[in-house]
């Protein structure tokens, strides 16, 4: 003990403290961590339920609302007009430029086609949650003819796309397929 | 302040406790024997009206918590049954609704009174930043409370909260999950919620303890805002405190129950009488009324700011406006407490009072209803920048430019000078 005070080798006992240590913080989180992952979605809430829509007597100017993953997801048939004003509007007036389709490449731009189903550009298909903080938007409101976000004030147009107000996002396009003509399955 | 204990044990069976636990020497040296500023006014009886609104919140919520089931099916039901089928049912959570606005608006008197008379200043910093904890710990617990009527405003400001962190970037969006347990609010949520609601207010407890404790080391501010010197300074809190703090705590009582007997949803919202439903957002949204000021500070940051985007400018504007009161010791520069001797200060601070009900009121409204002329939006940012400004250049500044009126002597002194006229 009295060569203590001298900066001296590591000993046995620096040695025993520290592995001891280090054993002691990876056991508590360890420990932790199923504490901590229980809070995350059960198995099944994350079991990929996918849903069957049949849209055959959904006429343009139309739309259903289904539940998919506990979030609503609108799919609208579009009336010509609707499709002509999503088209018509320039990339670069868009607040968010890019398509958050999960069926297309992440870095798709937000052009009407790639917002709207692949070979049926009547067809939107997307989730109708506000990306601003979640709140469900109104259908066919506000200035652009699409959506609007009631809680605060957010302006979706007829493709979905944000055009004023806090949201950052356009509204996502969920993963989904056609199986025929008029059925879709969404997830 | 606290001075050497003044407990004596009479009885034979005080004394045999005593060499064994000294609890009574304990809450006589803290509730009888302490002594106070005898100069404080009723204002400070808001300690003793808040640590009663603890109390009453949590014996009225472990009742209703026997009632109550924490499940997205019933909730909404087994809500109803307690206003409709337990006995007395509709008193208990009557009590304890209004009995969260109540604990804010006594939070409220409480924190302003520490503002105007810089309770916050040196030696009492630690003490006002427990202070700090308690209140945003009360601001979890109101806020998951809400939640468990599981009403459309339940449903819809639990989704608009949990949301706020999906601003954070990379992050954000598996904390929320982490949070809801789901992809939307569900009743994963719900329950961790009752579990989290059951918890807060046993912590508030503790870090109550801390502050009252943290009190007594430092002793109580007053309205002259300079240290008691003698015992000729200060009473003893039994029986002037106490008494002063009964009155008044029966007088608060008078005001809570007129809310709960004949306003009793008054303070609340009706939309939350409808059931929960996740297809249909209400036409318009509105936290209860204590958060509104903090709500109208989110949407008055509707643009980006740099490479901050708006949502997440508007989330770190409505957590800073809460963060910059714990560093409120340090922005103030004045040597001088009490806002008495502060001519400048005086108009900075109710300013700032008017300015927080006023943004109250801006939470309120739509964003784009028009105010005076102006857009309610317009007025939020103006109001969002002077309450960042008192803290931020106000306050730091008027410590240098401000000239302050004297100080007394002592309490004794300002006391019979004052009764000498």
Aim: some cysteine; aromatic content about 14%.
């Amino acid at each position: 003990m009295a060569e203590s005070d001298t900066p001296a080798e590591p000993t046995r006992r620096d040695f025993l403290l520290h592995a001891a240590g280090a054993f002691g913080v990876v056991g508590v989180a360890a420990a932790a961590w199923p504490f901590i992952d229980q809070m995350n979605p059960d198995a099944s809430t994350r079991a990929l339920a996918s849903v069957e829509v049949d849209i055959a007597a959904v006429q343009p100017g139309q739309a259903i609302t289904i539940m998919w993953r506990g979030k609503p997801v609108v799919i609208r048939n579009r009336t010509e007009k609707e499709v002509e004003e999503g088209k018509t509007v320039k990339l670069e007036e868009l607040k968010d430029p890019l398509a958050r389709n999960a069926n297309a490449d992440a870095s798709a731009d937000a052009s009407d086609a790639n917002r709207a189903a692949a070979g049926k550009e009547n067809i939107l298909v997307m989730t109708k949650v506000c990306t601003h903080l979640g709140c469900i938007p109104l259908d066919e409101s506000g200035e652009f003819g699409g959506w609007f976000c009631p809680c605060h004030g957010s302006v979706y147009d007829t493709a979905g796309r944000i055009r004023k107000g806090p949201a950052p996002e356009n509204l996502p396009i969920p993963p989904y397929a056609f199986l025929s003509d008029t059925k879709i399955r969404i997830g | 302040m606290s001075g050497h204990s003044t407990y004596v044990p009479k009885t034979a069976i005080g004394k045999w406790f005593e060499a064994r636990l000294p609890v009574v020497r304990l809450l006589h040296d803290t509730a009888v024997s302490y002594p106070t500023p005898r100069n404080l006014n009723a204002l400070w009886t808001f300690g003793g009206i808040l640590a009663m609104m603890l109390v009453v919140q949590i014996v009225t919520g472990v009742v209703l918590a026997m009632h109550y089931a924490a499940d997205s099916r019933v909730a909404f039901h087994s809500v109803e049954s307690i206003m409709r089928d337990v006995n007395w049912g509709w008193l208990i959570r009557y009590l304890h609704a209004n009995g969260a606005s109540m604990f804010f608006i006594a939070v409220y008197v409480h924190i302003f009174r520490g503002l105007y008379y810089g309770s916050y200043k040196p030696p009492r910093e630690i003490l006002w930043i427990l202070g700090v904890i308690i209140y945003l710990l009360m601001m979890a617990a109101a806020f998951m409370g809400y939640v468990l009527p599981w009403g459309q405003m339940s449903f819809w400001g639990a989704t608009v909260i949990t949301n706020f962190f999906t601003a954070l970037p990379f992050v954000g969006q598996p904390i929320q999950t982490l949070l809801i347990g789901g992809f939307s609010v569900d009743n994963a949520t719900l329950n961790r919620f009752f579990s989290l609601h059951y918890l807060l207010p046993f912590l508030i407890a503790g870090v109550v303890v801390l502050h009252v404790w943290a009190l007594h080391v430092v002793g109580q501010n007053n309205p002259l805002g300079i240290e008691a010197k003698s015992d000729k300074d200060t009473v003893p809190f039994t029986p002037y405190a106490t008494s002063k703090d009964v009155l008044w705590i029966v007088l608060f009582m008078i005001f809570y129950g007129w809310f709960v007997f004949y306003q009793p949803n008054f303070l609340g919202h009706p939309d939350n009488y409808i059931e929960a439903n996740p297809l249909s957002t209400p036409a318009h949204i509105v936290p209860e009324w204590y958060f509104l000021p903090f709500y109208a500070i989110l949407r008055a940051i509707d643009f980006n700011i740099g490479p901050i985007d708006s949502k997440l400018g508007g989330v770190l504007a409505m957590f800073g406006a809460i963060a910059v009161l714990a560093f409120l010791p340090w922005l103030d520069t004045s040597k001088v407490r009490s806002g008495r001797f502060r001519p400048i200060f005086k108009v900075a601070f109710w300013l700032f009072g008017l300015n927080a009900l006023f943004l109250g009121f801006l939470g309120s409204v739509k964003t784009d209803d028009i105010i005076l002329g102006a857009q309610a939006v317009v007025w939020a940012k103006l109001s969002t920048f002077y309450y960042f400004a008192y803290f931020l250049v106000i306050l730091p500044v008027l410590g240098y430019i401000e000239k302050p009126k004297p100080l007394p002597i002592s309490i004794n002194d300002a006391i019979l000078a004052k009764s000498a006229h």
